[in-house]
C-alpha cells in the first residue's frame, strides 16, 4: 500500500504533490469531475519514499491512460489556498507542487479511465490563448505559457482567506 506525502491537522491540510504541464498544439490538458466545479491540473500526491519525477509519470498514466516523458522540471509552487466545496471543504491548504513539462506527443489522443473517490475524471484540452475564461487551477499557468523559459520558476500563490500575508 503507497500512502500519499500529506498530512492533517485539526483544520490544515499539507501536501507534496508532483503536476505535469502538457500542451499540444496549443491546447493545455487539464483534468475536471463531477464534485468540483473547476479544472485542475493532472497529477497527484507523490508517495512516501517515491521521487517527484517518477509520481509525475504515474500520475499522468494513470489519468490520461497514455505514457508521456518529462522534458524538464519546470516550476516549484507553494499554494497556499482555503478548499472550498468538495474533499478539501473547509480546510486551510499548503501544497508544495513541483509542475513538470512533459513532451509533447503530437496529438491529444488520450485513453483516461480515471477515477477519484469514485466519479470518472474527464479531460479537457483547454485552449492556452483563452485560460483565463475558464475556472482552471493553478491560475498561473496562463501567463506562464504565454511566454517562453528555460530556467525553473518559483511561484507562490497565497489565498487571503488563509491568514498568512
Not at 33 to 60: K, L, P, W
Not at 99 to 121: A, C, D
Request: with cysteine; charged share 25%.
Amino acid at each position: 500500500m503507497s500512502f500519499d506525502c500529506s498530512f492533517k491537522k485539526e483544520n490544515m491540510r499539507f501536501r507534496y504533490r508532483a503536476a505535469a504541464i502538457i500542451v499540444e498544439n496549443g491546447y493545455a490538458l487539464f483534468a475536471g469531475n463531477a464534485m468540483e466545479d473547476y479544472y485542475y491540473s493532472i497529477g497527484g500526491g507523490v508517495y512516501m519514499g517515491e521521487t517527484a519525477e517518477d509520481a509525475v509519470v504515474r500520475e499522468v498514466f494513470e489519468e490520461t491512460g497514455v505514457h508521456y516523458e518529462i522534458d524538464r522540471l519546470a516550476v516549484v509552487h507553494e499554494n497556499f489556498f482555503y478548499g472550498e466545496g468538495g474533499t478539501l471543504d473547509g480546510l486551510h491548504c499548503h501544497e508544495i507542487e513541483f509542475y513538470f513539462l512533459m513532451k509533447p506527443r503530437g496529438t491529444r489522443e488520450l485513453n483516461s479511465n480515471s477515477h477519484v473517490f469514485g466519479v470518472k475524471e474527464e479531460m479537457h484540452w483547454l485552449p492556452v490563448k483563452d485560460l483565463h475564461k475558464y475556472k482552471a487551477f493553478p491560475t498561473f499557468l496562463q501567463g506562464y505559457l504565454s511566454s517562453p523559459h528555460e530556467e525553473i520558476v518559483h511561484i507562490v500563490t497565497k489565498e487571503s482567506c488563509f491568514g498568512v500575508d
